[in-house]
């Protein structure tokens, strides 16, 4: 069985009538409890079984298995997803990856490469793939897709576009083709030719925005940011980390983020230095997205607990009139990149709920929840 992350879209709710919540993907399991028909659902992964396809919900506090067809709009939610904005490309990575995971063969050899892409190691699953997987089926569009995912991440780029336009040779796939564009205009406006490294870190960079005598000194940031952060949320070890740093037009031009958007994850972390900028003014972006990093290391997908605890460990506090305005709401507010105002304020209820998670579990409540992300409470801000 192969999951499906797509909790960072808004979520269905229960049919009319209700629903049973089931321990596990099994209609024989234990019945947690008796959802209500309307209640909203957080969907986590999905699963696709004998018994027909079911999702892991949250909902009313309560973590569980619910079956597709007691969930309304799923339809919808699938739409949207395949329509997620082009530049939100970490959700349209994690989407993608989720759907090869339904749909690839049940080959046992490609457990390996998806937990290898899973926990920080795009390399080592993209070598997987290659060997292991096309060598025997050279012509499965959804193994050329994955291999393209884990070349992109593994800061191949120009390989991953050979193998998304191979995949979509094979097979139309909007979603993939958006992920061929967005790698197209990348390759294009990528002028970050120079190069440093230490064990944890590859550090890429344009020599207009980071002078080759300052790259010395952003490793040394971000080792210290990384042991910091360690220390504080746990970081597990995987091949080092590609840090990409571009002058501001060329970031805009290869990730397409929008104007908000200070730095960027999506298997590496890519950020922008105006020209005559210091290193070091680039520390809180480069904490937040090692945050992002870290998460995505332990299998950790909840929007609002990467946002939250990104803020918290990057020194970052949304202003106290926004806090006011998130506190008066009962719920996560909808994800909205067409409206910023709606943006800051799930990141002020997202900081709420990180704030409110640490006072009543403590930092070290909190170190071990996130060594268990099956365990995560539904977000809550009181």
Same mark, same amino acid.
């Given at each position: 069985?192969?999951?499906? !992350?797509?909790?960072?879209?808004?979520?269905?709710?229960?049919?009319?009538?209700?629903?049973?919540?089931?321990? @596990?993907?099994?209609?024989?399991?234990?019945?947690?409890?008796?959802?209500?028909?309307?209640?909203?659902?957080?969907?986590?992964?999905?699963?696709?079984?004998?018994?027909?396809?079911?999702?892991? =919900?949250?909902?009313?506090?309560?973590? &569980?298995?619910?079956?597709?067809?007691?969930?309304?709009? +799923?339809?919808?939610?699938?739409?949207?997803?395949?329509?997620?904005? $082009?530049? $939100?490309?970490?959700? +349209?990575?994690?989407?993608?990856?989720?759907?090869?995971?339904?749909?690839?063969?049940?080959?046992?050899?490609?457990?390996?490469?998806?937990?290898?892409?899973?926990?920080? @190691?795009?390399?080592?699953?993209?070598?997987?793939?290659?060997?292991?997987?096309?060598?025997?089926?050279? /012509?499965?569009?959804?193994?050329?897709?994955?291999?393209?995912?884990?070349?992109?991440?593994?800061?191949? =780029?120009?390989?991953?576009?050979?193998? *998304?336009?191979?995949?979509?040779?094979?097979?139309?796939?909007?979603?993939?083709?958006?992920?061929?564009?967005?790698?197209?205009? /990348?390759?294009?406006?990528?002028?970050?030719? #120079?190069?440093?490294?230490?064990?944890?870190?590859?550090?890429?960079?344009?020599?207009?925005?980071?002078?080759?005598?300052?790259?010395?000194? %952003?490793?040394?940031?971000?080792?210290?940011?990384?042991?910091?952060?360690?220390?504080?949320? &746990?970081?597990?070890?995987?091949?080092?980390?590609?840090? +990409?740093?571009?002058?501001? /037009?060329?970031?805009?031009?290869?990730?397409?983020?929008? /104007?908000?958007?200070?730095?960027?994850?999506?298997?590496?972390?890519?950020?922008?230095?105006?020209?005559?900028?210091?290193?070091?003014?680039?520390?809180?972006?480069?904490?937040?997205?090692?945050?992002?990093?870290?998460?995505?290391?332990?299998? +950790?997908?909840?929007?609002?607990?990467?946002?939250?605890?990104?803020? @918290? *460990?990057?020194?970052?506090?949304?202003?106290?009139?926004?806090?006011?305005?998130?506190?008066? %709401?009962?719920?996560?507010?909808?994800?909205? #990149?067409?409206?910023? &105002?709606?943006?800051?304020?799930?990141?002020? *209820?997202? !900081?709420?709920? =990180?704030?409110?998670?640490?006072?009543?579990?403590? #930092?070290?409540?909190?170190?071990?929840?996130? @060594?268990?992300?099956?365990?995560?409470?539904?977000?809550?801000?009181?």
């Amino acid at each position: 069985m192969f999951g499906l !992350w797509l909790a960072l879209i808004s979520p269905p709710a229960i049919v009319e009538g209700g629903a049973p919540l089931y321990a @596990r993907c099994d209609r024989e399991s234990p019945v947690i409890a008796r959802l209500a028909g309307g209640t909203p659902v957080t969907l986590g992964h999905s699963l696709s079984g004998e018994q027909g396809r079911c999702f892991h =919900v949250t909902a009313e506090g309560r973590q &569980g298995y619910v079956f597709a067809g007691a969930l309304t709009t +799923i339809e919808d939610y699938e739409r949207r997803r395949l329509a997620a904005s $082009d530049s $939100d490309l970490p959700q +349209i990575l994690r989407a993608e990856i989720g759907r090869l995971r339904e749909e690839s063969p049940r080959h046992p050899l490609l457990a390996p490469a998806l937990e290898a892409l899973d926990s920080g @190691r795009p390399a080592l699953a993209l070598r997987r793939i290659e060997e292991d997987l096309l060598a025997r089926f050279p /012509e499965d569009p959804n193994l050329l897709a994955l291999a393209g995912l884990a070349a992109y991440q593994a800061d191949d =780029v120009r390989k991953a576009s050979r193998y *998304w336009e191979r995949s979509l040779s094979l097979r139309p796939n909007p979603q993939l083709d958006s992920l061929l564009k967005r790698a197209r205009a /990348e390759l294009e406006a990528d002028a970050a030719a #120079e190069r440093s490294a230490t064990q944890r870190f590859v550090v890429r960079y344009e020599d207009k925005a980071l002078p080759s005598r300052a790259a010395a000194s %952003l490793l040394s940031m971000l080792d210290e940011e990384l042991a910091r952060i360690d220390a504080a949320i &746990g970081c597990p070890s995987a091949e080092p980390l590609t840090v +990409i740093v571009q002058a501001r /037009e060329s970031w805009r031009a290869a990730t397409g983020a929008a /104007e908000w958007n200070a730095g960027l994850f999506d298997g590496r972390i890519r950020v922008p230095l105006d020209e005559g900028a210091p290193p070091a003014s680039l520390r809180p972006t480069l904490a937040h997205e090692l945050v992002h990093a870290c998460l995505a290391r332990r299998g +950790i997908r909840e929007r609002w607990l990467h946002e939250g605890l990104a803020m @918290r *460990w990057s020194g970052e506090r949304p202003p106290q009139q926004l806090l006011q305005e998130a506190q008066k %709401l009962d719920r996560l507010p909808e994800w909205d #990149e067409s409206r910023p &105002g709606r943006i800051r304020l799930y990141y002020a *209820w997202a !900081w709420l709920a =990180v704030d409110h998670l640490y006072q009543t579990r403590g #930092e070290a409540g909190v170190r071990e929840l996130l @060594r268990n992300p099956a365990a995560l409470p539904a977000p809550a801000i009181r």
